[in-house]
């Protein structure tokens, strides 16, 4: 157990719906990465957020948007989906500094658009 | 930017078999260097890690070492078992800015009873 949850573990849904994917980070970790994993694309980065703010993107539609509360958990909304958005989303967090020696994942969102 | 190319699998192995799995870098500074794997149905959980040159990372019998000269960090095993068996992920992290992590394809392994 990494100490990272997300819910929910699966999520069905059709084209052209929105949802959100929920992320915790291990207690006292300030940085949360988003990523997604898919056959053709393998584990793309998405996204970081440190201490509440964004600190990087990386290949994320304008689809899809994620913020990090005051209580440092994470929510990646994903709008508008798409057949192409089915995959495996985690989110990953790591320690109290900026620097990343090692992050942590979660077990990961299974999301099936229909 | 960076990039990380691993060996293209699967990989399949007799049980006691010896392991390598490939992984080479590009990055600019100095990066450090993770192993990750991935069992069906699960998340990434780190293997090993090693966060600067000439270091050898290791746990469970595997082992990496980070050789700058070559850019690489490649998987060794010398004796592999059937729980082994799951996707095995080289990544790195940048040296600086957002210490986001960049990752090669994946490499499957299948040992074999």
């Known amino acids: 157990d990494s100490g990272v949850t997300q819910t929910p573990k699966h999520l069905i849904t059709a084209t052209g719906q929105r949802v959100t994917l929920r992320c915790s980070p291990r207690?006292?970790?300030?940085?949360v990465y988003w990523y997604q994993q898919s056959l053709d694309q393998g584990l793309q980065f998405l996204i970081q957020?440190?201490?509440?703010?964004?600190?990087a993107k990386g290949n994320i539609l304008e689809r899809f948007s994620a913020q990090q509360f005051p209580d440092l958990h994470s929510e990646l909304n994903l709008s508008s989906l798409e057949l192409g958005d089915s995959a495996l989303y985690f989110c990953?967090?790591?320690?109290?500094?900026?620097?990343?020696?090692?992050?942590?994942f979660g077990p990961g969102t299974r999301l099936t658009v229909l | 930017g960076d990039s990380v190319t691993q060996m293209e699998g699967p990989v399949t192995l007799s049980e006691e078999a010896f392991l390598t799995i490939n992984c080479t870098y590009t990055a600019t500074g100095y990066p450090s260097l993770f192993w990750y794997v991935q069992y069906p149905g699960e998340g990434l959980q780190l293997l090993l890690k090693a966060t600067k040159a000439d270091d050898k990372g290791s746990n469970k019998g595997f082992e990496a070492t980070y050789r700058k000269e070559t850019t690489s960090f490649h998987l060794e095993k010398g004796s592999v078992q059937v729980s082994d068996s799951a996707v095995y992920f080289c990544?790195?992290?940048?040296?600086?800015?957002?210490?986001?992590?960049?990752f090669g394809t994946g490499t499957r392994l299948k040992v074999l009873a």
């Open positions: 990544a790195l992290s940048e040296a600086s800015g957002t210490y986001k992590y960049i």
């Open positions: 990953a967090s790591s320690g109290p500094s900026g620097r990343a020696y090692e992050q942590f």
């Open positions: 957020y440190y201490n509440g703010e964004e600190r």
């Open positions: 207690s006292g970790d300030l940085s």
